[in-house]
């Protein structure tokens, strides 16, 4: 069955510095891939996706992901973090026509 | 309107009781969504909507769950003798796209269900 795994539950990170959470899908054919962001009190919002062709994505508020075929993995980065970047973020992959399948999350935490 | 809109954002009942929870999606939007996401878990697919028919309910956990959109905008989860397991937050999402995951999804803030 398809799969999400986000193995890092929480991460804090100071601010400033750079980030990266990691994603493995297990999937047979290429999956759609994609970040999503949720701050407390607010709906999860598309952070960026991948569908083909260049496997470095650009997204909002400065994200980027990268897709690796060969690791399985696409894992999301941001230069430099900032204090309103604290939330949970999911990776998730599209398990068939109609539905997202989502990781566990990952929880960031920024120290001033 | 300008999102998707879920009601109410917070509900308490007691175990055995029945509890709908409504998802009212941004306009013109057709295809819907309903996902669970209990405390440190992921979003779980529960039931699409694409307008008015339920092209895919695999998710639903049990038949005391059951969902409707009638005509095809508004559309309402009824758990029927909830469970204290049934505690979560239930997120909906609408699509513009008609069916297939190529499109942004947009996500209500979530009812959160507390079963006593």
């Known amino acids: 069955a398809q799969s999400v795994t986000q193995p890092d539950i929480h991460i804090t990170v100071s601010e400033g510095a750079s980030l990266e959470l990691r994603c493995n899908y297990s999937y047979g054919a290429t999956p759609y891939l994609f970040w999503y962001v949720q701050s407390p009190g607010q709906g999860l919002q598309l952070l960026l996706k991948y569908f083909s062709g260049d496997t470095l994505v650009q997204g909002i508020k400065g994200f980027e992901a990268e897709f690796k075929r060969s690791q399985s993995s696409f894992n999301l980065r941001k230069p430099s973090v900032h204090w309103s970047d604290a939330a949970e973020y999911f990776c998730?992959?599209?398990?068939?026509?109609?539905?997202?399948?989502f990781g566990a999350g990952t929880r960031l935490a920024v120290h001033p | 309107g300008a999102g998707v809109s879920q009601t109410p954002s917070n509900k308490v009942t007691e175990k055995g009781k029945y509890v709908e929870l409504r998802c009212d999606p941004i306009s013109g939007h057709t295809a819907l969504y309903w996902y669970r996401q209990s405390l440190g878990q992921g979003p779980e697919f529960l039931i699409y909507?694409?307008?008015?028919?339920?092209?895919?309910d695999s998710g639903l956990p049990n038949d005391r769950f059951f969902a409707v959109r009638p005509e095809g905008s508004v559309s309402t989860l009824k758990i029927q003798r909830t469970e204290r397991g049934d505690s979560a937050m239930y997120l909906c999402a609408s699509s513009l796209r008609a069916g297939g995951i190529t499109g942004e999804l947009f996500f209500g803030e979530g009812s959160r269900l507390t079963v006593l």
């Open positions: 909507f694409q307008g008015t028919g339920a092209a895919d």
């Open positions: 998730a992959s599209s398990g068939g026509y109609n539905k997202l399948i």
